[in-house]
């Protein structure tokens, strides 16, 4: 179906440690977008992944697209407590609506 | 620019009651999303509207219903209120069609007694 999954479900670790979420999709995709949802908050758009094999970076965060397109990651280096939420992908297709993914809980111990 | 809005920000109804939610897009967006959270858990899609009309709706039973009006601002309608039906609503708006970033309001908390 069109559902995407995503791994881990929580993650606790200590500030200053990486941090690496994963989401899959059994179907190809024609993108991928993450959000991040603060404890309280609303989901806010970080990024949204195109291309085959493509890498982005925001500071200290790196997004990949896999090669096949069913896949994605999130790498957090150096963690903070400010980065503390869930983080969600949601798959895509043109014409149709976004399905996200379950979430990944990062907690920041400091 | 005037990010998504919501109203109410809260909303405590009695079981088989029925709830209204509003939602207005940033403008220049045509496509409204409307989707639950329950406590603690992941988004649930409910509805799409775009230029109008309803787009797609997920699983969800037919007491869920919406409309988007020609400014494009829309309308969440909860008949029949469940207890079950307790959770966050969001609305995120987008430009015109999927493939475009969905930016969310801050939420309606739906409380049902």
């Known amino acids: 179906g069109q559902q995407v999954m995503q791994i881990p479900q929580y993650q606790h670790v200590q500030e200053g440690e990486d941090f690496t979420t994963y989401c899959n999709s059994s179907?190809?995709?024609?993108?991928i977008q993450w959000y991040k949802q603060r404890p309280g908050g609303h989901p806010v758009f970080l990024i949204q992944l195109v291309k085959s094999g493509e890498v982005k970076k925001q500071k200290r965060l790196t997004f990949q697209f896999g090669e096949a397109k069913k896949n994605s990651s999130l790498h957090i280096t150096a963690t903070q407590t400010t980065d503390v939420g869930t983080y969600f992908c949601?798959?895509?297709?043109?014409?149709?609506?976004?399905?996200f993914g379950p979430g990944t809980r990062l907690s920041v111990l400091p | 620019e005037a990010g998504v809005t919501q109203s109410p920000t809260h909303l405590i109804k009695t079981r088989g009651q029925q709830a209204t939610l509003r939602c207005s897009p940033i403008s220049g967006h045509t496509s409204v999303y409307w989707y639950q959270q329950a406590l603690g858990l992941g988004l649930q899609f409910l509805l799409w509207y775009d230029e109008g009309e309803e787009r797609n709706r997920g699983n969800f039973p037919p007491r869920f219903s919406g409309r988007q009006f020609p400014n494009y601002s829309s309308e969440l309608n909860v008949n029949a209120l469940e207890l079950e039906d307790s959770a966050l609503y969001l609305c995120?708006?987008?430009?015109?069609?999927?493939?475009?970033?969905?930016?969310f309001g801050p939420g309606t908390r739906l409380t049902v007694t």
């Open positions: 949601a798959r895509g297709n043109y014409g149709q609506n976004f399905v």
């Open positions: 995120a708006s987008s430009f015109h069609f999927s493939g475009y970033e969905q930016y």
């Open positions: 179907t190809t995709l024609s993108n």
